[in-house]
């Protein structure tokens, strides 16, 4: 990964982070910019290759692949805009492979930081019976916030975390990894 990379990564999921642990949303002009310099970034840094558009076709691949796996989510209400709209913009910057990696950091400090809030408030049975409603919604053809607005990452009923933080750490544990381990 080049410097410049892991730069404007940085920059972009430590401001993201910053700002959704403050206020709870991501803001639009950061993702914006992430998706425009991660492009322009890549077209550079890939100039020389056979094709001209392949740096961006690059940061349309790992756009792409954000959306295709996080998209979802937000229409099941289980993530917000602003989280689908980041990890966009971070593989906008990153492309696919590196994306995929980053997400798999991600998802899994996210599953710990979500069994720690559910242990420290004492949801474990709730979480449970939560996990099953969502299973038989599915079965039935029907989204899971439809039958419990706890389900729903815009209730005040449900228990939530910034989802920016996490993918800004993840994305740090990504970037030192591949520091120590190229």
Do not use: C
């Not at 805009?81 to 980041?86: E, F, I, M, R």
């Not at 696919?96 to 400090?109: D, E, G, H, R, S």
């Amino acid at each position: 990964m080049p410097p410049a990379t892991k730069i404007l990564l940085l920059l972009l999921v430590l401001t993201a982070g910053v700002f959704d642990y403050r206020e709870r949303r991501i803001p639009n002009w950061l993702v914006l910019a992430g998706l425009l310099l991660g492009g322009a970034m890549n077209a550079f840094l890939m100039y020389e290759t056979p094709s001209a558009t392949s740096g961006l076709l690059f940061s349309l691949e790992g756009l792409g692949l954000a959306l295709l796996i996080y998209l979802p989510l937000y229409l099941l209400r289980a993530m917000g805009a602003g989280d689908v709209k980041l990890m966009a913009a971070v593989g906008a910057v990153v492309g696919p492979l590196m994306w995929l990696l980053i997400f798999f950091f991600t998802a899994i400090l996210g599953g710990v930081v979500a069994a720690i809030v559910v242990l420290r408030k004492h949801r474990v049975h709730r979480t449970l019976q939560n996990l099953w409603m969502i299973l038989i919604s599915f079965r039935y053809g029907k989204a899971p916030y439809a039958t419990n607005p706890e389900l729903d990452v815009n209730s005040d009923q449900g228990v939530r975390l910034p989802h920016g933080v996490v993918i800004a750490v993840g994305t740090l544990g990504f970037v030192v990894a591949k520091t120590i381990w190229p």
